[in-house]
């Protein structure tokens, strides 16, 4: 899943007939100055990160003068909102808003159909309105092979209370946005708030916009504009987890692994099984073991991949153990896996006699895999003991080493 | 009895000439589960491991006589080829592929619950019934038995490599698996811990289910109001995973798609009290799974 900036997501509502404000993205307090002259005052003045409620991390704030917007922008500008650098701060018209409407579309999981959500009381508090299930809410589902009718838009505002210009308007912003949501395979778009200006005029003050990575092969305008699995992580991904991104992409596209960097901790984690690998990072944490990064495989990777990937997560300055645990594989070919992790540690020139190393790897092949380790030097387990059980050892083995 | 699968299953394999797919063709057949014929756009009359290949579905219903579909195409052609099943009305599909997208995804969701047929995955490795040695997908690898054995005992896994890994703790407990399912571990599936459970009440062969859980969705909050309501009543065993992503920051997502905790929703220790609560036998820890279940079992 990956994250839309502001500044691409009020490109796409411009480009497909959604009002916005004037805006300028710019990298420095001149810049922002010149920006803020430009537009004219009042403006907005916002910290262009992807995450949502900024506006409760003050990362949102209004000038109305040419001071003021370079004092404003020095405040923001290399501050980190939700462990977010801000490297670059949107400059925007500031709307003379009348009131805030909101909407919303998302996959529902339960019931697997999108639904469409509208407030009339949109802004910063929305979340507690969708809890208490206010009258001024509505959800509604939608058949995703009929589509969004432009009737069901309007029905949804009039019973939200709108009516006259503001209830045209605000209809076809909501049909235009499920239009926007289909168009490019986003999982979730969100307008909120959606302002209605003190003139009547309807326009998309801030837009949320997250694109199933899956369907970035289809979406040629999108794949240079929005990071990969950016959604998958709270910070900005790290250099070593950008690398491992390509490595995971280069050696064919067999096979998988994902690798996020945790915060301290010394113990290498590379573990297979989107499940197993939850198994086996709450169990090393019970057993008082600190995991330094979190790697998931699965899906059979070849031998060059496993190694690249092994030769990342010893990288990372601090590592003085590894552990690798998976579920009894179904098609992953443990020997070949084997192979992998042996030629790493070769590389890396990683003596298992002094490294502590555990490994639980059953499954295709696992005869040959054990043999592979066992030569090597390393500790292997099949399924003789469970992955708690690996994660045991590993955690006791560290406390020694240390 | 079991779910899902037995030996009036006549099974198609959708992308069958691909690598993976002959290779669990060979697997599937070793084990002594019948594979009707397979399907490969432009490989008609070829053969793998001596399941006649066609080039579409029609074609080999015409010929045969089908029930059940394992998809095995890449992302893209995925909709299509589900499509293509709902069109030539297979009752059962299990979707192997991985990172369909999720607007297809839901499309054909639909369509089949219109159609009334039933999809398991994306995402998934497999479904197992080894009282009848029936097997779809790669579930259980070339060595079935080391996790699979007859028995009594349902198993639900959001995770492929837990599937197997929670039959076999069935096995280390004393029990045998009477179907085993991957349901897949996409935000958007087919068939939800709540569908299997009601499945898994119906079957008289059935005494009690293992289910393996993740963070993200409703899927084991739904089970639990499901279990509250009456609807299922037999012993479950819940073993819940990603207890630690709840002290991460909001949004990360670790492991499958689908685990991601939004708020309050998705929470590991909320789904454990949910099912505790629905009166499961909740394992705090997965090694727990044989001692709780033997327990179940003996009541």
């Known amino acids: 899943m990956a994250r839309v900036l502001e500044n691409i997501g009020k490109e796409i509502l411009r480009k497909n007939g959604i009002p916005i404000p004037d805006f300028l993205v710019v990298g420095d307090i001149k810049e922002a100055r010149i920006a803020a002259d430009k537009i004219g005052y009042p403006v907005v003045i916002k910290a262009l990160v992807p995450t949502g409620k900024r506006g409760k991390a003050t990362a949102i704030k209004f000038a109305e003068s040419s001071e003021e917007a370079e004092k404003i922008a020095e405040g923001i500008l290399h501050t980190t909102v939700y462990h977010f650098p801000v490297e670059l701060l949107l400059v925007e018209k500031k709307i003379d808003t009348s009131y805030e409407l909101y909407s919303s579309i998302t996959f529902d999981t339960s019931r697997r159909l999108p639904i469409v959500i509208a407030s009339s009381a949109g802004g910063i508090d929305i979340e507690k309105s969708v809890k208490t299930q206010s009258k001024k809410i509505i959800k509604q589902y939608v058949d995703i092979l009929e589509g969004f009718h432009l009737y069901k838009a309007k029905e949804i505002w009039s019973d939200l209370g709108l009516t006259g210009r503001t209830l045209q308007q605000a209809t076809t912003i909501l049909w235009r946005l499920y239009k926007i949501f289909e168009k490019y395979d986003a999982y979730t778009v969100e307008i909120n708030p959606l302002a209605v200006t003190s003139r009547g005029e309807i326009v998309a003050v801030s837009i949320l916009m997250g694109i199933d990575d899956d369907a970035l092969f289809r979406q040629p305008d999108l794949s240079d504009k929005v990071e990969e699995g950016s959604d998958r992580s709270w910070r900005p991904l790290t250099d070593l987890e950008k690398k491992m991104i390509t490595v995971d992409k280069q050696e064919s596209y067999r096979g998988t692994a994902r690798y996020t960097e945790m915060e301290g901790g010394n113990i290498g984690f590379f573990c297979g099984g989107g499940g197993g690998s939850l198994l086996a990072y709450d169990a090393l944490l019970r057993f008082g073991g600190r995991p330094a990064n979190y790697t998931e495989f699965g899906g059979n990777p070849p031998e060059a991949k496993v190694s690249g990937i092994v030769k990342g997560v010893l990288s990372k300055p601090g590592i003085k153990g590894f552990f690798m645990a998976t579920s009894i594989t179904n098609n992953t070919q443990t020997d070949v896996v084997a192979s992998g992790v042996v030629k790493a540690f070769q590389e890396m020139n990683v003596d298992p006699e002094k490294f502590p190393i555990v490994v639980r790897l059953p499954g295709v092949n696992d005869a040959v895999a054990k043999r592979i380790f066992i030569e090597a030097g390393i500790e292997y387990y099949g399924d003789e003991i469970t992955i708690e059980d690996a994660a045991q050892i590993m955690a006791e083995k560290m406390k020694k080493a240390c | ?299």
């Open chain 2, 1 to 299: 009895m079991a779910i899902f699968v037995d030996n009036d299953s006549k099974i198609v394999i959708q992308g069958i000439t691909g690598r993976e797919a002959s290779m669990v063709t060979r697997h599937t057949l070793a084990y002594g589960t019948k594979i009707v014929a397979g399907v490969t756009p432009g490989k008609e009359s070829q053969n793998v491991e001596g399941v006649p290949v066609f080039d579409t579905l029609k074609h080999a219903c015409q010929k045969w006589e089908l029930n059940t579909s394992v998809i095995y195409v890449p992302p893209a052609f995925a909709y299509d080829a589900v499509m293509e099943a709902i069109g030539n009305e297979i009752k059962l599909i299990l979707i192997i592929t991985e990172r369909i997208p999720r607007h297809d995804v839901a499309r054909f969701l639909l369509a089949a619950e219109r159609a009334n047929c039933t999809i398991v995955g994306p995402n998934s490795v497999g479904i197992i019934n080894p009282g009848d040695r029936v097997k779809l997908g790669p579930i259980g690898g070339d060595n079935v038995e080391r996790c699979f054995i007859p028995g009594e005992v349902g198993v639900i896994s959001r995770s492929g490599g837990q599937t197997a890994e929670c039959s076999w703790m069935v096995k280390r407990a004393g029990f045998g698996v009477s179907t085993s399912v991957s349901i897949g571990g996409d935000p958007l599936i087919g068939s939800t811990p709540k569908k299997n459970l009601n499945m898994f009440e119906q079957d008289s062969k059935t005494k009690a289910v293992v289910l393996w859980g993740e963070p993200g969705t409703t899927y084991e909050e739904d089970a639990a109001d499901f279990i509250k309501e009456g609807g299922f009543t037999k012993p479950l065993v819940a073993y819940i995973a990603g207890r630690f992503v709840e002290n991460m920051p909001e949004g990360t997502v670790f492991g499958h798609a689908a685990a991601i905790i939004e708020g309050d929703m998705g929470r590991p220790s909320s789904k454990m009290e949910k099912l505790r609560d629905a009166g499961c036998y909740v394992a705090d820890n997965f090694n727990d799974i044989v001692p709780l279940l033997q327990e179940a079992m003996a009541k």
